[in-house]
């Protein structure tokens, strides 16, 4: 994960929990189309489509991009606090039952903890698939052209940055799973989705081939409505071939990414995988 370097400004809200003066922040007028990310280390948090007008001073969504922020008791006792899930940036507080919105919950963000990337420059899309260990798996999904970067870790538990050593006693809910940065003009999800069918056993229920236990389920962790669709709809052509599917479609939540001796694993060790390989289906 890479950082910015940050200013004294940034510094005091970031790392030490500060709040910047209301309706002196950047964002707190900002309409445009885009996605907001975190200022120290650029992942995405909330989306535009969930920023509202609230009127208190600081850019305010009812929503944040699944898995990206966690929730912590404030040390003041009260209110709950949000930060970066990937880098624990502090972002703000949440707050709810305000009745703003629908979804009447109202992160409240300091514009300082954010930078912005407008819709017409967003180049990168990005799909998370579990389909047993997940060295394999990230192998065959690296040589499409178009993905531009994959990340072995660990999602769908209960616990907060799992290790290796937690998620393999099968008890913290985790999956082994590959997150797949891709451009979308060059391959689509759907091209993907049909790929993590073809590369491993999706009817087995207990596991992936050897390997025996929750963490090596067969699932695809959707972003959006859209990637949902699309999972569901190939899996509909599957079962019309006759295959049963065992494969679950679940909401994206948190992605830990997994320790560096894990990335990479077969290019960095010379290994042929020895749990996927691929066989046309479609
Ligand atoms: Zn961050």
């Known amino acids: 994960m890479s ?24 964002f707190v007028n900002h309409k445009e189309k885009g996605t907001y990310t975190c200022r120290r ?28 922020v966690t929730r912590k008791p404030d040390p003041d006792g009260h209110r709950v606090e949000i930060v970066c899930s990937s880098c624990d940036a502090h972002l703000g507080h949440v707050f709810v039952g305000e ?3 629908a979804k009447n919950q109202r992160h409240c963000v300091n514009s300082i903890s954010m930078s912005f ?18 060295w394999g798996v990230e192998h065959l999904m690296k040589q499409v052209s178009g993905v531009k970067s994959t990340t072995v870790g660990y999602t ?14 099968g008890t913290t809910g985790h999956l082994e799973a590959v997150k797949i940065d891709f451009d979308p003009a060059v391959t689509s999800f759907e091209a993907l989705t049909k790929l993590f069918f073809e590369i491993h056993d999706f009817t087995q ?13 067969s699932a695809i962790f959707y972003a959006d409505e859209s990637q949902k669709k699309q999972a569901e709809d190939v899996v509909k052509q599957l079962e019309s071939m006759g295959h049963k599917v065992a494969t679950r479609l679940i909401p994206a939540s948190a992605f830990w990414p997994a320790e560096d001796y894990h990335q990479d694993y077969y290019s960095k060790t010379g290994k042929a995988p ?9």
């Not at 007008?53 to 305010?60: F, V």
């Not at 990337?117 to 997940?134: H, L, Q, V």
């Not at 020895?274 to 479609?282: E, K, Q, V």
Request: proline share 6%; aromatic share 12%; hydrophobic share 25%.
């Open 117 to 134: 990337i407008p819709a017409t420059d967003e180049k990168t899309s990005s799909a998370i698939f579990a389909a047993g260990c997940f």
């Open 274 to 282: 020895y749990c996927h390989i691929r066989r046309r289906i479609f």
């Open 156 to 169: 769908g538990g209960e616990t907060q940055k799992p290790d290796y050593k937690a998620v393999c006693t």
């Open 205 to 217: 229920t207990d596991g992936q081939g050897p390997d025996i236990g929750t963490q090596y389920l």
């Open 99 to 101: 009745g703003f919105t």
């Open 3 to 26: 950082q910015t370097d940050l200013t004294p400004e940034e510094e005091r809200v970031i790392v030490h929990r500060g709040t910047e003066l209301p309706f002196t922040g950047k």
């Open 41 to 68: 280390c650029g992942a995405s948090l909330y989306k535009s489509e969930s920023k509202f007008e609230s009127g208190c001073g600081w850019p305010s969504f009812d929503d944040e991009i699944p898995g990206a």
